[in-house]
Structure formats: C-alpha cells, structure tokens
C-alpha cells in the first residue's frame, strides 16, 4: 500500500512574513477518510487500473467525486472531493488542483459514479470534464464514470471523446488497500477572533491596505477572507510586480493561498499602480481556474488606495460558475 504521510502534507509551504504583515489564521487540512474501502494495483499502467479501484462505487445509491492521482512512481492516492444525491453532485476544482500541486501527481483522472445505470455524460460531466483539461493540461489523463454492477464504466480522454469499456479483473493477490484521502478539515490559530472586521465593502479593503508594512519595493499580498468575509490570512505575492506574463502563475498562487488557508473568497492588493488590462485578465484567469471568488483588487496603496471594482475595471457577475457533475 503507497502510504501518504498526512501530517507532512499538512505542513504549509507557503513563507508567512510576520514583520511585513502576514498571518495566516485558517488552515485547511487532509484527514483520512475510512468509510470507503477500495483495492486495486500498487502501480497504475492504464486507466482501466483506475476505474478497476473505483468499481467500488457501483453499489452507491448516491453520487461521489473522487480523484485519483498517479504519482511519479505510478503509485495511485485517491481523494473524496464530495458526496451529492441520486443525480448529482458538487465538483470542487480548487481542492483537487491544490492536491495534484501538492502531491507533484504525474497524472490525475477525475472519477464519479452514476446510480441511475446510465453510463453517458452528462452535459454537466462534459464541462467539467473541459474545465480540468484546461486546468491540468497534460497532468488530465480523463474523466471516469462508474455504473451500476454492470461490469462496464464509461471513460472520456483527451482527444477521444466517450469510450464504454468492460472492468478488467487483475489478479487477486496483486491487489492492495487504497488509502483515501479527503481535504476536508479547518484547524483555526488559537489568537483568531471570530468576532472581528468583516471586509464587506472596498473603503474597508482599501485601509487595511494602506495600514500594511510594505516597503519601498513594488509588492503584492492576498488577503483570504473566508465565508463570513472575515480575514482569514494575509500572504506577501512571490512577485515583484504584476504583468501580462506572470499572470498565471500568479492567480494559481493565489488560488493555492485562499484553498489551504480555508477561504472562499480573495482579494489580490499591490502597492504599485497597474493598467487597467492587466488587471482585467488577473481577475479573469484566476475565476478561469478557480471557483473561489476573486472579490475586488485593490491597487496603488503607496499614493491613494484604488479599488478595481469601484473604477468598473472588473465586474463581479461575468465569472464562470461552479458545476454540478
């Protein structure tokens, strides 16, 4: 059995600066989840190995999400992303990109059952299914529907759209216990107060920005708000500046941020002035791969705080949405 070492996953390796400000209140843990028992092969050659540890979900009367990561070694981790009803369920796309980072996966499948017996994907599954291509690119190995005891699952991989294959039965004693894993738990700082300033409008964003120790060098931070829009974290950006070609790489780190610091929401804050397209296309590429929500950003704190939704650089309601599979 691949054993993952849960606590070492746990530890955050993202650099918390104190005397410029940083804190991080919230963290966002992996537990192990035992209600599920799946068997399967230690290495994965095929993604008929996959769907072989998943066949499990054939007797649930209920939807499930899982991933199932292929390490570098061709060693599997399979993750509980979420439960749902007969007919659906919620997809998170934030937990399993953050998850693929973490684990360095050389590939990821995404996995879910159907109750009804039917075997075809459904609109909801298709997009789903284009979202994390567009997320993972090549780490994407397909998507996996699971069916009823049929002894069949359906398959989508990219380029080769839909495919209903039969299971193939390995041999017995090349089977091991899959661990399972889940990303499911909030452990709070002690000094956090659950009472504290709600970040609710931009004036308030805006002079908690003007309040930080930024220093003379062009900066950035993400302030994590969580559900209640209460301030969760406070990271210092790994960027020097925000351009056109830092771009991704910078809304994935602030994705990864907001999902281990426990948040639902973000707003990026730089010090320095940015053009107005460039802020357009942080906004719209960080809800592009995330559904979190980027609230505002707040922008050249060193003269006088501006905030991006106020001067309708961005607007909050052309985000793309969560999907139910």
Same mark, same amino acid.
């Given at each position: 059995?691949?054993?993952?070492?849960?606590?070492?996953?746990?530890?955050?390796?993202?650099?918390?600066?104190?005397?410029s400000?940083?804190?991080?209140?919230?963290?966002?843990?992996?537990?192990?989840?035992?209600?599920?028992?799946?068997?399967?092969?230690?290495?994965?050659?095929s993604?008929?190995d996959?769907?072989f540890?998943?066949k499990?979900?054939?007797?649930?009367?209920?939807?499930?999400?899982f991933?199932?990561?292929?390490?570098?070694?061709?060693?599997?981790?399979?993750h509980? +992303?979420?439960?749902? $009803?007969?007919?659906?369920?919620?997809?998170?796309?934030? /937990?399993?990109?953050?998850? #693929? *980072?973490?684990?360095?996966?050389?590939?990821?499948?995404?996995?879910h059952?159907?109750?009804s017996?039917?075997?075809?994907?459904?609109?909801?599954d298709?997009?789903?299914?284009?979202?994390?291509y567009d997320m993972?690119?090549?780490?994407?190995?397909?998507s996996?529907?699971?069916?009823?005891?049929?002894?069949?699952?359906?398959?989508?991989?990219?380029?080769?759209?839909?495919?209903?294959?039969?299971?193939q039965?390995?041999?017995?004693?090349?089977l091991?216990?899959?661990?399972?894993?889940?990303?499911?738990?909030?452990?709070?700082?002690?000094?956090y107060?659950?009472?504290?300033?709600?970040?609710?409008?931009?004036?308030?964003?805006?002079?908690?920005?003007?309040s930080?120790?930024?220093?003379?060098?062009?900066?950035?931070?993400?302030?994590?708000?969580?559900?209640?829009? +209460?301030a969760?974290? $406070?990271?210092?950006?790994?960027?020097?500046?925000?351009? /056109?070609?830092?771009?991704? #790489? *910078?809304?994935?780190?602030?994705?990864?941020?907001?999902?281990?610091?426990?948040?639902?929401?973000?707003?990026?804050?730089?010090?320095?002035?940015?053009?107005?397209?460039?802020?357009?296309e942080?906004?719209?590429?960080f809800?592009?791969?995330?559904?979190?929500?980027?609230?505002?950003?707040?922008?050249?704190?060193?003269?006088?705080?501006?905030?991006?939704?106020?001067?309708d650089?961005?607007?909050?309601?052309?985000r793309?949405?969560?999907?139910?599979?």
């Amino acid at each position: 059995m691949n054993y993952i070492d849960i606590d070492s996953l746990n530890k955050s390796d993202i650099p918390v600066d104190k005397d410029s400000g940083d804190f991080i209140y919230c963290q966002r843990q992996f537990s192990e989840n035992r209600s599920f028992s799946f068997f399967g092969k230690e290495k994965i050659t095929s993604s008929a190995d996959v769907a072989f540890i998943m066949k499990g979900l054939e007797s649930y009367g209920v939807e499930h999400a899982f991933a199932v990561y292929v390490l570098r070694d061709k060693s599997p981790v399979v993750h509980h +992303l979420s439960m749902g $009803n007969f007919d659906s369920c919620a997809f998170n796309y934030d /937990a399993m990109q953050y998850t #693929a *980072m973490r684990l360095d996966a050389e590939q990821v499948y995404m996995v879910h059952n159907h109750p009804s017996g039917n075997l075809m994907f459904s609109i909801a599954d298709i997009r789903v299914y284009d979202t994390l291509y567009d997320m993972l690119q090549e780490k994407f190995a397909g998507s996996i529907v699971i069916n009823t005891t049929s002894g069949k699952y359906g398959i989508d991989v990219p380029h080769k759209r839909h495919v209903i294959l039969e299971h193939q039965q390995p041999d017995v004693d090349s089977l091991v216990p899959m661990q399972i894993l889940e990303f499911d738990r909030h452990v709070f700082h002690k000094d956090y107060d659950f009472s504290g300033q709600v970040f609710d409008t931009p004036g308030k964003v805006a002079a908690f920005c003007s309040s930080q120790r930024f220093g003379q060098r062009k900066k950035g931070a993400a302030l994590v708000l969580n559900s209640a829009g +209460l301030a969760v974290a $406070n990271i210092q950006l790994p960027f020097s500046e925000i351009k /056109a070609e830092t771009i991704p #790489a *910078m809304a994935r780190y602030i994705g990864r941020c907001t999902v281990f610091c426990g948040g639902m929401s973000v707003i990026p804050c730089f010090t320095d002035s940015i053009p107005q397209d460039v802020i357009r296309e942080l906004y719209f590429e960080f809800n592009r791969i995330s559904d979190m929500r980027m609230l505002d950003i707040c922008y050249d704190i060193r003269n006088k705080a501006k905030s991006a939704l106020e001067h309708d650089i961005i607007n909050p309601n052309k985000r793309r949405k969560g999907m139910r599979l």
